[in-house]
C-alpha cells in the first residue's frame, strides 16, 4: 500500500520505485496506472450521472402521451405547470385545464416562475413553437421540460377564456 509520501514521490522522481513489498516498479508504469485509474474513476461517475439524466429524460418523457398527462392533470404525483406558448387570443379560444399561458416570444424575458426542476409541459397549435419554447426553457435552466406537441392531442375538455381554471 502506498502512502502519501511515496504517492507523491512516484510523480516527482524519475527511475525505479520500491513499493511496501519491496518490489521494484518502474515509475512511468506506477504513473500511468495510477492516472488510469483516476481517469477510470472520473469516467465512471460521469457514465453514472449520464445514467441518471437519461432515466430522469425518460420517466418525464411518459407525459407527452395524451392519456398520461390527463392522468398527471386529474391525479398529481408530481410538481408540474403546463405552459400554453400560443398567443393570448388563441389560448381564450380553447386551452388545457391548468395551463398558464406565456406567448412563445415571451417566454425568454418571462419565464414560469417555478423551481428549474419542476416538470415544465409546453404546447401549442402543432408543437412547433413549443419546441422552441422548450429549447429557451432549458437554455434558461430548467431541466425537466417537455414539448406535448398541438392542443388537439388534449383528449379532454378544453376551457375558454382568460383563467386556467
Sequence with gaps: MLTVAAFIAIFSEDGIFSGDGGKEMNLNSVRVSVIGAIAGLLLGGLAVAQDDEATAKEDISRYEKPGNLVDLVENGGREFIIVDVRTPREYRSGHIPGAVNIDHREINS??????????????????????????????????????????????GELVTGDQPR
Design 110 to 155: 418571462q419565464p414560469p416562475e417555478v423551481d428549474k426542476d419542476t416538470l415544465i409541459v409546453t404546447y401549442c397549435r402543432s408543437g412547433a413553437r413549443a419546441s422552441r419554447a422548450l429549447a429557451t426553457l432549458e437554455r434558461l435552466g430548467f431541466d425537466n421540460v417537455i414539448n406535448f406537441g398541438g392542443v388537439s392531442s388534449w383528449p
